[in-house]
């Protein structure tokens, strides 16, 4: 018996004609299952996140401004940045 004479329908005959698709069917496209309410609810929790960062951001900047403003500094700081403010 010859191994490499197949039957014609045989898959093994197919994959060693490279031939994928007479063997593997080609699936149907997937149909997603998309939730109106999910979609809502995470465009929703999108922006009340974003609100809060901002609220954030702009909270620590407005600290960071109060610190450096009620923070005395020492006059050899102010000498040494007149003198680099001239440097350039």
């Known amino acids: 018996m010859n191994i490499d004479a197949l039957h014609r329908g045989s898959p093994l005959a197919a994959l060693r004609a490279s031939n994928r698709t007479a063997v593997f069917k080609p699936a149907a496209p997937v149909q997603e299952q998309v939730s109106v309410g999910g979609v809502v609810l995470l465009s929703t929790l999108a922006v009340a996140l ?3 960062g901002v609220l954030m951001l ?3 900047l407005v600290g960071l401004w109060w610190l450096v403003s ?4 020492p006059p050899f700081v102010w000498r040494a940045l007149s003198h680099l403010r001239d440097a350039f």
């Open 70 to 73: 009620h923070i005395p500094v």
């Open 58 to 60: 702009g909270a620590v």
């Open 50 to 52: 974003t609100i809060v």
